[in-house]
C-alpha cells in the first residue's frame, strides 16, 4: 500500500501557489475578476497572490467578516512615505470614490483604503500608475514599503540623506522576480539621522546612519558615514528587537548588503515549515542563529568582509514624531507635522493638506510610522498665514501628549483576526485622558492592538492594550489586556504583560490611576519605562485597579 497523501500545512500552501504561478503574472486574471465578478476569483489568488498586489479582503465594517465578503482593503505603497500633492490628491480622490471615503496611514508610512469591489481594482491600479504609485508589494511575501525618517533631507543633526538609499532598494526589490517569493513579509528600514524615528528595532533589515573615524594620511583623522546593521527585529505574539551586527556598511555597500540579507531570508526553507514562524527573528529564536553565524554567512554571499561596527549612542528622546512646526536644515525653511488620530483621516483633509503643501511649502508631504502627516518646505515668513489656513483642517499642530503618543491597529471594523473595536476606542481614550489628566506632560506612547498579532507595535509601547473579549454582567463585551513598559531606541525593550484586563469602557479610568500613581511614585527625572521596570507585575496591577497591592483584584473573566 502506498503512503496517504499527507494535507499540506498553510506554509507549505502558500510556497506551492506561489511557485505555481508569480503574482506578477496575476494582472490579466484581475481584468478578467473584474469583469466577471467576485465569485469568478480562484481561491489561491483570492487567499494569496492577491496579497502581493496589496489586496485582502476585509469585513464588512457591520462585524460580518471572511473570505465572502465581497470587499477588499487596498494597501498603496508609499517608499519613504513620500508624497507630492498631486498624488494625495489621486488617493483622495480614489478614496471617495471607491472605497467609500475611507482612508488610513499606516504605521509603515502607507495610506489604506477600505470596501474595495474587484470590479473597480483595474481602474484604480491604473489611476495609481498614472500618479507613479502602486499597491505591489504593499502586502504579500515580499520586501515591503521600505520606510525612513518623514524628515529626510531636512533635518537638522541629519548625517546623510537617506532617501537616495530608499529608491535604490524600493527600485531594486518592486517587481524583482528574484525576491518574488520570500518565505514571508521582509521589512526594512533606513534612517539618515540620529533619532532613529522609523524604529529600526523591529524590522527584518535597521540601517541606522553612523560615522566612524578613519585615518587619512597627511589630513588627519575624518569621518566618514556609514550605517549600522540590525537583522531580525519583529513584534506579532513573540516579540524580537533587532539585533545589532558587528559590522559597518559603506554607503557603496548598501544596496549588496539589502540583497544578500534578503537572498540570506529566501533561502531559509527552515522558515518555510511553520507560516506563523516563517520571519528571520526565528532564526535566532528557534533555530539557533547568532549574531557571529549571520555575519559570517552574510559575507559568504557577498564574497567579501565588512568592516568591524563603529560605537553607537542610541537616541534616548521620548517623543520622535516630529508633530508641530519646527524648521529645516535649509535656512527660511520649515515643516509641519500634524497629528492624526489613530492615523484616520477623511480625503477632504487629505486633499486640504495637498493644497496646503502647494499653497505654503514644497508640495511635499511625508507619512510618518506613527501615523502623522508632515507638510515640508514652508517659507518661515508665512508660517502665521499659514497656521492659521491649517486650522481649517482640524488636525492638530500642538497635539497633547495623548494624541501625539497614540497607535492604533486597524481593528474589528475591517481586520479579520480582530477582537475588538481600535480606531473609533483611541479617539475616545484619546479625549477622556485628556478630561481626566489634562496637566500630563510627560511622554507616553499608548499602542492599542486588536488581537496579538502587534500590528498596533504594543510590545515596544509606554503602555501596549491588546484587544480581549472579556465579561460585563451577562454580556462579552470589547477589552483590553495591558502591556507595560516597551520602548525602543535608548530604552529598547519589549513590554511586560500584567496580568490585569478590563472593559474597554473601563480603559480611561484604569490608564488614568496608573498614570496618577507613577506622577505620584516616580523618582526625580525618572521615565514612565524606568518607573514600570521597578515595579512588579502584581505593583502594577495593583495601580491599574486602583487597590493596594496583593489586595486580591477582581479581574474580568476571558
Ligand atoms: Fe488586525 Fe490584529 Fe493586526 Fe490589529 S493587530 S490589524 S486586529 S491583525
Redesign the pocket.
Known amino acids: 500500500m502506498g503512503e496517504l497523501p499527507t494535507k499540506e500545512n498553510p506554509a507549505q500552501r502558500a510556497t506551492r501557489v506561489k511557485r505555481e504561478k508569480s503574482f506578477l503574472d496575476l494582472l490579466p486574471d484581475i481584468d478578467r475578476y473584474a469583469r466577471e465578478g467576485f465569485t469568478s476569483i480562484e481561491k489561491d489568488d483570492l487567499e494569496i497572490r492577491f496579497r502581493s498586489w496589496g489586496l485582502y479582503t476585509q469585513g464588512d465594517g457591520q462585524g460580518v467578516r471572511g473570505s465572502n465578503v465581497p470587499l477588499f482593503l487596498l494597501r498603496i505603497r508609499i517608499p519613504g512615505g513620500q508624497l507630492w500633492s498631486h498624488q494625495v490628491r489621486t488617493i483622495a480622490d480614489i478614496s471617495e470614490r471607491y472605497a467609500q471615503s475611507t482612508l488610513d496611514i499606516t504605521d509603515r508610512q502607507n495610506a489604506q483604503l477600505h470596501y474595495i469591489r474587484i470590479e473597480d481594482v483595474p481602474t484604480i491600479f491604473g489611476k495609481l500608475w498614472q500618479a507613479g504609485m502602486t499597491s505591489q508589494a504593499a502586502c504579500g511575501d515580499l520586501v515591503r514599503n521600505v520606510t525612513t525618517c518623514p524628515l529626510a533631507g531636512l533635518q537638522h543633526g541629519e548625517l546623510i540623506d537617506p532617501l537616495p538609499f530608499v529608491r535604490d532598494v524600493d527600485r531594486l526589490m518592486l517587481g524583482n522576480p528574484v525576491f518574488a517569493d520570500l518565505p514571508r513579509k521582509f521589512k526594512l528600514t533606513i534612517t539618515g539621522c540620529p533619532s532613529w524615528c522609523s524604529l529600526p528595532e523591529i524590522n527584518d533589515i535597521g540601517l541606522t546612519a553612523i560615522a566612524r573615524r578613519r585615518g587619512q594620511g597627511n589630513q588627519g583623522w575624518q569621518d566618514e558615514v556609514g550605517f549600522s546593521l540590525r537583522v531580525g527585529g519583529g513584534l506579532a505574539s513573540r516579540p524580537h528587537l533587532a539585533r545589532r551586527l558587528n559590522v559597518f556598511i559603506q554607503t557603496h555597500q548598501v544596496l549588496d548588503v539589502v540583497q544578500a540579507a534578503t537572498a540570506l531570508f529566501r533561502d531559509s526553507d527552515i522558515l518555510r515549515e511553520n507560516r506563523s514562524k516563517a520571519r528571520l527573528k526565528f532564526l535566532f529564536l528557534d533555530h539557533g542563529w547568532d549574531e557571529e553565524r549571520f555575519v559570517a554567512e552574510l559575507e559568504r554571499r557577498l564574497g567579501y568582509k565588512l568592516a568591524p561596527a563603529a560605537p553607537e549612542e542610541p537616541p534616548r528622546e521620548t517623543h520622535r514624531d516630529h508633530l508641530g512646526i519646527h524648521s529645516q536644515k535649509q535656512p527660511g525653511l520649515s515643516y509641519a507635522g500634524f497629528a492624526v488620530p489613530g492615523g484616520r483621516l477623511t480625503p477632504g483633509q487629505y486633499r486640504d493638506l495637498a493644497n496646503l503643501a502647494d499653497a505654503y511649502g514644497d508640495g511635499n508631504l511625508r507619512q510618518t510610522v506613527q501615523q502623522n502627516i508632515i507638510i515640508t518646505g514652508l517659507q518661515t515668513d508665512r508660517l502665521p498665514a499659514f497656521e492659521t489656513a491649517a486650522a481649517a483642517t482640524g488636525l492638530s499642530l500642538a497635539p497633547s501628549t495623548f494624541l501625539r503618543g497614540t497607535v492604533a491597529?486597524?481593528?474589528?471594523q475591517y481586520?479579520?483576526?480582530?477582537?475588538t473595536e481600535?480606531k473609533a476606542f483611541s479617539t475616545t481614550l484619546i479625549a477622556d485622558l485628556e478630561r481626566r489628566l489634562p496637566d500630563f506632560a510627560h511622554g507616553i506612547k499608548i499602542h492599542i492592538?486588536?488581537?496579538?498579532?502587534?500590528?498596533?507595535q504594543h510590545w515596544i509601547a509606554d503602555i501596549g492594550l491588546q484587544?480581549v473579549r472579556v465579561k460585563a454582567g451577562e454580556e462579552t463585551v470589547d477589552g483590553y489586556e495591558f502591556f507595560l513598559g516597551g520602548g525602543v531606541a535608548g530604552q529598547a525593550d519589549i513590554a511586560r504583560r500584567v496580568p490585569y484586563r478590563t472593559a474597554a469602557a473601563d480603559v480611561p479610568a484604569a490608564v488614568e490611576r496608573l498614570l496618577l500613581g507613577f506622577m505620584g511614585g516616580r523618582d526625580e527625572g525618572e521615565l514612565f519605562q524606568d518607573f514600570c521596570r521597578r515595579q512588579t507585575p502584581d505593583e502594577l496591577k495593583a495601580l491599574l485597579a486602583g487597590v493596594a497591592p496583593g489586595a486580591g483584584v477582581t479581574e474580568a473573566a476571558d
Open positions: 491597529c486597524t481593528g474589528i481586520c479579520k483576526f480582530a477582537l481600535t492592538n486588536g488581537c496579538p498579532n502587534s500590528c498596533g484587544g
